[in-house]
C-alpha cells in the first residue's frame, strides 16, 4: 500500500460512527474487506450469510470476545441506520433492491426478514475497489478501533486479525508466563538472531499487554494523549533491546515518544525510590534538557501490582550504563 494512500471519505464515515460495543462494527468490516480480497463478496453485494456469520465469530473469539458470537447481525443492521444526520455506511438490500430507510431489525431472523444484503454506500465502495484502496480502510479500521471506550480491548482484535497474529499470541502466552518466573535481564537469544516477524509479534505484544496496566499514559509525564484514533504512549525496554534487554513487563514502561527518547540516551534514569533523576548539563554545554529536568524528583506512575512494576536490578542497570556514562565524562 502506498504510504500516501489516505481513504479520506472512510476517515470521516467511522469517526461518525458509534461505537457501543468497541468491537463488533470494525470486526464486520474487517472480515467484509477479507472476502472482497477473496473474491466472495464486493462493493455492491455483501451477502449477511452463514459464512460471514462465520467468520464474524471466529475474529470475535480469537480477539476475546466470545460472546459476540451469533451477534453478526447486530452490526450488519446498525452500519446502515441513520442517525444524528450521519450517513450509514452501507444499505441493506433484498434481492438486488434497496431496503426503504425506516425498517427496523431486533432479532437475526428480523434482519433476514427484511434484507439478505448490503451495499456500500458509492463514495464509500469506490475505495474498495482495488487492493490499495482496501489496505488503506483496513489501515484506518486499525486506527479507528482503539479509539473506543475500550482501547484493550480495540487492540486485541487488530493483532487478532493481523496475519502475525499466531506469532503475536506465542509472545502474549510467554510474556504472561514470564512474570512468575525469576526475573531476569536479558534475552536468552541476541536481537540480531531474530526475524522480522519475531520482532513485530513481541513489540505488538509488549504494547498490547503493558500499556493498560499504566492506563496508556507516560509513566514520567502522565501525558495520555490520542489524536486520529492512535495512541502516544509508547512500549519502552529499561535495558534496551540494542544490550539484549529481556522481553518481560518487569523491564518495560510506558513513556511518551519524548521521554522514551531521552531514557533511551540515559538523559534521565529512576531512582531507587522510583523517582526521576536527570541529568545536569556542565557549564556551556549546549545541552538543552529542560523539558525533563523540570520533572526531577517526580514519582513515577506506575502498575499497582508489584508482578509488573519495573524490577529493581533493570533500574539499576539502566542508571549504571546508561545514565552514569553521561556524568562520568
Same mark, same amino acid.
Given at each position: 500500500?502506498?504510504?500516501?494512500?489516505?481513504?479520506?471519505?472512510?476517515?470521516?464515515?467511522? *469517526?461518525?460512527?458509534?461505537?457501543?460495543?468497541?468491537?463488533?462494527?470494525?470486526?464486520?468490516?474487517?472480515?467484509?474487506?477479507?472476502?472482497?480480497?477473496?473474491?466472495?463478496?464486493?462493493?455492491?453485494?455483501?451477502?449477511?450469510?452463514?459464512?460471514?456469520?462465520?467468520?464474524?465469530?471466529?475474529?470475535?473469539?480469537?480477539?476475546?470476545?466470545?460472546?459476540?458470537? @451469533?451477534?453478526?447481525?447486530? &452490526?450488519?443492521?446498525?452500519?446502515?441506520?441513520?442517525?444524528? @444526520?450521519?450517513?450509514?455506511?452501507?444499505?441493506?438490500?433484498?434481492?438486488?433492491?434497496?431496503?426503504?430507510? @425506516?425498517?427496523?431489525?431486533?432479532?437475526? @431472523?428480523?434482519?433476514?426478514?427484511?434484507?439478505?444484503?448490503?451495499?456500500?454506500?458509492?463514495?464509500?465502495?469506490?475505495?474498495?475497489?482495488?487492493?490499495?484502496?482496501?489496505?488503506?480502510?483496513?489501515?484506518?479500521?486499525?486506527?479507528?478501533?482503539?479509539?473506543?471506550?475500550?482501547?484493550?480491548?480495540?487492540?486485541?482484535?487488530?493483532?487478532?486479525?493481523?496475519?502475525?497474529?499466531?506469532?503475536?499470541?506465542?509472545? !502474549?502466552?510467554?510474556?504472561?508466563?514470564?512474570?512468575?518466573? &525469576?526475573?531476569?535481564? /536479558?534475552?536468552?537469544?541476541?536481537?540480531?538472531?531474530?526475524?522480522?516477524?519475531?520482532?513485530?509479534?513481541?513489540?505488538?505484544?509488549?504494547?498490547?499487554?503493558?500499556?493498560?496496566?499504566? #492506563?496508556?499514559?507516560?509513566?514520567?509525564?502522565?501525558?495520555?494523549?490520542?489524536?486520529?484514533?492512535?495512541?502516544?504512549?509508547?512500549?519502552?525496554?529499561?535495558? &534496551?533491546?540494542?544490550?539484549?534487554?529481556?522481553?518481560?513487563?518487569?523491564?518495560?514502561?510506558? !513513556?511518551?515518544?519524548?521521554?522514551?527518547?531521552?531514557?533511551?540516551?540515559?538523559?534521565?534514569?529512576? #531512582?531507587?525510590?522510583?523517582?526521576?533523576?536527570?541529568?545536569?548539563?556542565?557549564?556551556?554545554?549546549?545541552?538543552?534538557?529542560?523539558?525533563?529536568?523540570?520533572? *526531577?524528583?517526580?514519582?513515577?506512575?506506575?502498575?499497582?501490582?508489584?508482578?509488573?512494576?519495573?524490577?529493581?536490578?533493570?533500574?539499576?542497570?539502566?542508571?549504571?550504563?546508561? /545514565?552514569?556514562?553521561?556524568?562520568?565524562?
Amino acid at each position: 500500500m502506498s504510504a500516501h494512500y489516505t481513504p479520506e471519505p472512510w476517515i470521516r464515515a467511522l *469517526r461518525s460512527e458509534s461505537l457501543s460495543h468497541p468491537l463488533y462494527k470494525p470486526a464486520l468490516l474487517l472480515v467484509v474487506l477479507d472476502a472482497i480480497d477473496r473474491g466472495q463478496a464486493s462493493p455492491l453485494t455483501v451477502l449477511f450469510d452463514e459464512r460471514l456469520e462465520a467468520s464474524f465469530d471466529e475474529l470475535l473469539a480469537r480477539a476475546g470476545e466470545p460472546r459476540g458470537a @451469533g451477534k453478526c447481525w447486530q &452490526p450488519f443492521f446498525h452500519l446502515a441506520t441513520h442517525a444524528r @444526520g450521519r450517513s450509514p455506511v452501507w444499505h441493506l438490500t433484498r434481492a438486488g433492491a434497496l431496503v426503504e430507510p @425506516g425498517k427496523r431489525a431486533k432479532s437475526r @431472523g428480523g434482519l433476514r426478514r427484511i434484507a439478505d444484503a448490503a451495499r456500500f454506500r458509492s463514495e464509500l465502495a469506490d475505495h474498495l475497489v482495488t487492493p490499495v484502496g482496501r489496505a488503506g480502510v483496513r489501515e484506518e479500521i486499525y486506527r479507528w478501533v482503539t479509539l473506543g471506550a475500550d482501547p484493550e480491548a480495540g487492540l486485541r482484535l487488530v493483532a487478532a486479525h493481523h496475519p502475525a497474529w499466531p506469532a503475536i499470541r506465542s509472545e !502474549l502466552a510467554g510474556l504472561r508466563e514470564a512474570v512468575d518466573r &525469576p526475573f531476569r535481564l /536479558f534475552r536468552e537469544h541476541p536481537e540480531v538472531h531474530l526475524s522480522e516477524q519475531t520482532r513485530y509479534a513481541r513489540d505488538t505484544a509488549l504494547r498490547l499487554e503493558i500499556l493498560p496496566l499504566y #492506563d496508556y499514559r507516560c509513566a514520567l509525564c502522565d501525558l495520555r494523549l490520542r489524536y486520529h484514533h492512535t495512541i502516544e504512549a509508547t512500549a519502552a525496554h529499561i535495558v &534496551p533491546v540494542r544490550a539484549s534487554g529481556a522481553d518481560d513487563l518487569r523491564n518495560v514502561i510506558t !513513556l511518551c515518544r519524548t521521554h522514551h527518547w531521552a531514557f533511551d540516551e540515559g538523559f534521565w534514569s529512576v #531512582d531507587e525510590g522510583e523517582r526521576a533523576i536527570v541529568l545536569e548539563p556542565e557549564g556551556d554545554d549546549t545541552t538543552d534538557l529542560a523539558a525533563i529536568q523540570q520533572l *526531577r524528583g517526580k514519582k513515577l506512575r506506575l502498575p499497582a501490582q508489584d508482578a509488573t512494576r519495573p524490577h529493581k536490578a533493570a533500574l539499576e542497570w539502566h542508571r549504571e550504563h546508561l /545514565f552514569l556514562r553521561h556524568c562520568s565524562r
